[in-house]
């Protein structure tokens, strides 16, 4: 899962927090369309051999449920990301206009205007992306649960659990950052 995201009410600083928004982006367009994948060619695999598979119909409705969630938390990140821009930048857009047109106090406000949007949409953003991995935990671990009539039933009851708890220790950090951060 991902960090919650910047604090869209931090106005000590504006400018992004070191690494953050690298972070941000193997998140979001790296690692979600690959997790995105993963959940719809499961659920291919379980709309195919449903009888391989003790709840094929709800284990199917999870995978493609966690799909669309991981696609919109890129939507949500790409959309942010429209708002991440140095001040360098800022100010290298408005240099073809008029000498003094723009005030540097202006750029300024724009700039942390931006700043929060981006923060607001990348914490949207994060969060919609933990939802689709603790989904996609759920999703795999339904999978993996074993048919009436399976013969290795105690090894993808285990596979199964080893899986859930996983998901439940990832959710459980994501949980304590964002406590963590509310505190500070």
Known sequence: MA????????????APKLGYGAASK??????????????????????GADDEFRWPGATLVLLVITAMTLIFSMQLAYEARGHLYSFEELKDHYEGTRPDAVPEARMHQEFRAADRE????QRRAA????????????GVAASLAPPECGMQASW????AA???????????????????KTQN
């Open 156 to 159: 993808r009851w285990a596979a």
């Open 26 to 47: 193997e998140a979001h367009f790296v690692a979600a369309p690959l997790l995105t994948a993963a959940a719809l060619s499961l659920a291919g695999v379980v709309a």
């Open 162 to 180: 080893v899986v859930l708890v996983g998901t439940a220790a990832d959710t459980v950090w994501v949980l304590w950052k964002l406590r963590q």
């Open 118 to 121: 981006w923060r607001k949409g």
């Open 127 to 138: 969060e919609v992306y933990n939802v689709g991995t603790a989904l996609l935990g759920v």
């Open 3 to 14: 960090g919650q995201g910047p604090d869209p009410e931090d106005e000590d600083t504006y």
